[in-house]
């Protein structure tokens, strides 16, 4: 019998996951969050330089309100659900566009029991916030 692929199979799921280490780089990304961009480009660099706040939004706070969830997660050493949140994301040509996201946040823990990494998910609810019907 082969043995799975399971990096293949992470980045073919059809939905937007990040696996971080707990410097809040990106060690994994699904082939739907990486956005058009190349993962060689992405793997490796901080979730927070990949995908910034927009700086064009002076109340923008989707980083800080993420670097608190994850650290939540780490503390607490349990995921949980975040809030439907704020964060623009740039297209390829940098140009941001308002997102509304619905983001989950799980540990993974290390052969010793220590968080080792956050497993990051979020579902994109721009459209459903802008119609004025909140998700639950």
């Given at each position: 019998m082969?043995?799975?692929?399971?990096?293949?199979?992470?980045n073919a799921i059809p939905a937007n996951y990040l696996v971080l280490d707990l410097e809040w780089n990106i060690v994994a990304i699904t082939d739907a969050c990486l956005g058009g961009r190349r993962r060689e480009d992405v793997v490796g660099r901080?979730?927070?330089?990949?995908?910034?706040d927009n700086p064009d939004a002076p109340d923008a706070a989707g980083t800080a309100a993420m670097r608190s969830a994850l650290q939540r997660v780490v503390d607490e050493r349990t995921g949980h659900a975040m809030p439907v949140t704020r964060y623009d994301v740039a297209d390829l040509d940098?140009?941001?566009?308002?997102?509304?996201?619905?983001?989950?946040?799980e540990p993974v823990f290390d052969s010793d029991g220590e968080v080792s990494h956050v497993i990051h998910g979020v579902e994109d609810v721009t459209g459903i916030?802008?119609?004025?019907?909140?998700p639950q």
């Open positions: 082969n043995t799975p692929d399971f990096e293949r199979f992470f901080s979730q927070f330089d990949v995908f910034p940098g140009t941001f566009e308002e997102r509304y996201w619905k983001p989950v946040n916030v802008v119609s004025g019907r909140m």
